[in-house]
């Protein structure tokens, strides 16, 4: 789910349009390497900052993760929560943005 994210107080969600989902998996010993590949589109007439959401089991992790915006990729690195969020905060006010 990618949730745009939103300054107001309102309760109202407003989400991206999922447009398809792919799911590859391949089983190894008692575990599984599960690729998902989810594509997303924008279609307000303005750039958005969004919150991407995905549940997964509580003895799973998630070892990489990948998001393509147009011809760029952005890959995640594990970061403390509060050092992950000084450096996002300070590149917004930069002007940076996916």
Do not use: W
């Amino acid at each position: 789910m990618l949730r745009v994210k939103s300054n107001s107080t309102t309760r109202d969600q407003k989400y991206v349009a999922l447009k398809s989902v792919s799911i590859v998996s391949k089983i190894r010993s008692f575990g599984a390497d599960v690729n998902i590949t989810q594509l997303f589109r924008n279609d307000e007439n303005v750039p958005i900052e969004a919150v991407y959401c995905f549940p997964i089991e509580e003895n799973a992790a998630v070892y990489s993760f990948v998001a393509k915006i147009d011809d760029r990729e952005i890959h995640a690195q594990l970061k403390e929560k509060i050092q992950a969020q000084q450096e996002y905060t300070q590149a917004l006010r930069q002007g940076h943005g996916a």
